[in-house]
């Protein structure tokens, strides 16, 4: 089976794709998953290579990304022990499950699925199910990739379905409650040369089924002086009254590029919260499209950025209303010190018809230098009469006379500003569920505060 030929000049990105592509459709047992590949390819050339352009990327210089040719990560061959992985691996004494994914492969020694779940979950390596399961399953697993693939705007995420080698698959089916935590870790071990990538979600909730769910990417070696390249798609499925939370915790190397998107579909009475929170990384795009199908369907999305020294972090967000009677609301902060830079796009749309839409929007941001970056548009797009929408955005610095009131009382500038900056993350923490991910990220928010108080505390000592 050939590949598409490219129908304009490639990039030395484009190229390596598509030399990794003929591989893996060579070698792809699955009937289903070849005829994906290539259809997601032509996907990917019909939308073209994303260009500052566009305005989803006008923020974003793709261009070094462009001009290197990156190898697949999975060639990188890597011992690593649970132990290595220690401070990442949440802890929960009511027992969780936890995949581990090195490198864009599956990692049986690594992961723990507990026995107590229902017999009627099916959590595991979405590679490992399409080639075990019956063809059924294969089949509804292909049409379920192809049905988000059809309509995507996201050239990042065709490539994706074309690319992706492995991933978790989490089915649950009606009436059941997956009790204990489900985390997917994703590591990567950079190497020294230039990587690759593409991971792929597929959660699928029946009638009334619930889970709560922790995606962690995390990079082993900080050192590494190459970059690297994940690229990671998530899908939810959620039939009548399905209940689902979701964090995605992203903390690359500052060498990491990190394009991620998150697709979901909610029938009637359906609930899905998803938190994301940046905690480092070179450039990070998270791109979150929520189509709500049925009446009183509801999409709580939160977001948290902790940044410093260069870090880059776009967030695009679109909430569609389709039906009366639902809600969605998106809180986004960001905290950013030395050159960091943030984008928060967020739309809700509301068609024609959809009266009854509750809508909120807000993106709030606190910038700890007066070299970091925000570019903030919330937007609403509304074809209805009966809706009650708002959306709104601030930027600004820590108030000098908060510092003042604290140091008065004994406090110094440096222990003040981390107070008042914890504080300020602290509201979006709290929006998780999940105590052993609270704890995690209190500690990874506090550290990375850590980092920046002392600059912080020098620039005040300046007068700056």
Excluded at 188 to 201: F, L
Aim: proline fraction near 3%; charge should be negative.
């Amino acid at each position: 089976m050939s590949v598409v030929k490219p129908i304009s000049p490639q990039t030395q990105l484009e190229q390596s794709f598509r030399q990794r592509l003929n591989t893996l459709v060579t070698e792809e047992p699955f009937e289903g998953f070849q005829d994906l590949r290539l259809r997601a390819l032509s996907r990917f050339e019909h939308l073209g290579f994303p260009t500052r352009r566009l305005e989803a990327w006008k923020y974003i210089n793709l261009r070094p990304l462009m001009n290197q040719a990156f190898l697949p990560f999975s060639d990188v061959k890597t011992t690593i022990t649970r132990e290595d992985l220690a401070q990442h691996l949440l802890q929960d004494p009511a027992g969780m499950a936890q995949l581990v994914f090195v490198n864009g492969q599956f990692n049986q020694s690594l992961s723990q699925v507990p026995t107590n779940l229902p017999q009627d979950v099916l959590l595991g390596s979405l590679k490992a199910v399409a080639q075990s399961e019956s063809q059924a399953i294969q089949t509804l697993l292909a049409q379920r990739l192809e049905n988000f693939l059809s309509k995507e705007p996201d050239a990042f995420a065709a490539l994706n379905a074309a690319l992706f080698e492995d991933g978790a698959l989490v089915v649950v089916s009606d009436n059941a409650v997956v009790e204990p935590l489900v985390q997917l870790l994703f590591v990567s071990t950079p190497d020294g040369q230039a990587r690759t990538a593409a991971t792929r979600n597929v959660i699928s909730l029946g009638e009334n089924a619930k889970v709560n769910l922790v995606i962690s990417h995390i990079a082993l070696d900080e050192s590494a002086d190459s970059d690297y390249f994940n690229n990671s798609v998530q899908e939810f499925i959620l039939a009548e009254g399905a209940q689902a939370e979701c964090s995605i915790v992203f903390n690359e190397s500052d060498k990491g590029w990190h394009l991620s998107a998150t697709r979901s579909q909610l029938a009637a009475e359906a609930r899905l919260q998803l938190n994301t929170v940046t905690l480092g990384g070179h450039v990070t795009r998270h791109s979150i499209t929520s189509l709500l199908q049925g009446e009183k369907a509801e999409v709580h999305l939160n977001g948290l950025d902790v940044l410093c020294d260069q870090t880059e972090v776009y967030h695009h967000t679109v909430s569609e209303h389709w039906v009366p009677n639902c809600v969605s609301n998106q809180y986004y902060k960001g905290i950013l010190d030395d050159e960091a830079k943030s984008e928060f796009n967020g739309m809700v749309f509301v068609a024609q018809g959809a009266n009854g839409t509750d809508s909120q929007q807000l993106n709030k941001n606190l910038l700890l230098s007066e070299d970091a970056r925000v570019w903030t548009r919330p937007q609403l797009q509304i074809n209805a009469d009966d809706v009650k929408c708002a959306h709104g955005a601030t930027v600004g610095q820590l108030e000098k006379d908060q510092l003042f009131y604290l140091a008065s009382r004994g406090l110094d500038f440096e222990l003040a500003q981390g107070l008042l900056t914890y504080g300020f993350a602290e509201e979006i923490i709290q929006r998780i569920e999940s105590e052993p991910l609270r704890r995690y990220l209190d500690n990874r928010v506090l550290n990375n505060l850590h980092k920046t108080s002392a600059q912080v505390k020098q620039r005040i000592g300046n007068g700056k």
